[in-house]
């Protein structure tokens, strides 16, 4: 069964950077697939941030492409992002999940809150 | 930019039929999943490429596509249906529609 489990600080200052983790079991990174972030404002939609594929390979929101980076670890078998110059609109949960070449998330991890505030 | 358009909310009686629509021009042309999401959870893959459901989705969910608008449908609808449902299609960039709430009365 894959299991993806995100992690990083809940809280992040205003115009620093936010880091997370995501922490993949039951399936090898770099067997293949898309592994991609989504975040969620309180008490609104789905946003999706950016994908990284097993090679490397990325691409990302449009709207948030110049703020955004992900990285993969195959050795340690994880991905992470990095959300720079963040604001108070960037309070969200955060998911780290797996994506289909259709572009699809079938796993998903907990999600994981992260406040900017000073 | 291309925009999926959820209604905010739909209700449907116990057992009966609940149709939650996701607009976008031409989304025929395009593969549409959708996504269930109770509260404090992760949303849960529910129909992919259209009309496909994961293993372990009840029957009773079900998808089409044509045209400008793609539809789910949940079947004999129980009270453990109530969710947000989110629609996605992939468009030069991953799209997730508003969301819509069901209530199940």
């Known amino acids: 069964q894959v299991q993806l489990q995100e992690s990083g600080p809940g809280l992040v200052k205003p115009s620093e950077t936010l880091s997370l983790t995501c922490a993949v079991s039951?399936?090898?990174?770099?067997?293949?697939?898309?592994w991609g972030w989504i975040r969620q404002p309180p008490g609104k939609g789905l946003e999706w941030i950016g994908s990284i594929y097993h090679s490397g390979s990325t691409y990302y929101n449009p709207s948030l492409k110049s703020r955004v980076t992900i990285s993969v670890d195959t050795s340690k078998n994880q991905f992470s992002l990095k959300l720079s110059s963040v604001t108070a609109a960037d309070t969200a949960v955060y998911y780290c999940a797996r994506s289909a070449l259709e572009r699809y998330f079938d796993y998903w991890g907990q999600g994981t809150l992260v406040t900017v505030s000073s | 930019s291309y925009e999926l358009t959820q209604p905010l909310s739909v209700s449907v009686a116990l057992g009966q039929t609940a149709r939650i629509t996701c607009g976008g021009n031409n989304i025929g042309s395009k593969n549409v999943h959708w996504y269930q999401q109770k509260p404090g959870q992760a949303p849960v893959l529910v129909i992919y490429r259209d009309s496909n459901r994961p293993s372990g989705i009840p029957e009773r969910f079900s998808g089409s596509n044509s045209g400008n608008t793609a539809t789910l449908t949940i079947s004999r609808a129980q009270a453990g249906d109530e969710a947000d449902y989110y629609c996605q299609v992939w468009d030069s960039s991953i799209l997730f529609g508003g969301g819509t709430k069901l209530t199940v009365l």
């Open positions: 039951g399936y090898s990174i770099s067997s293949g697939y898309y």
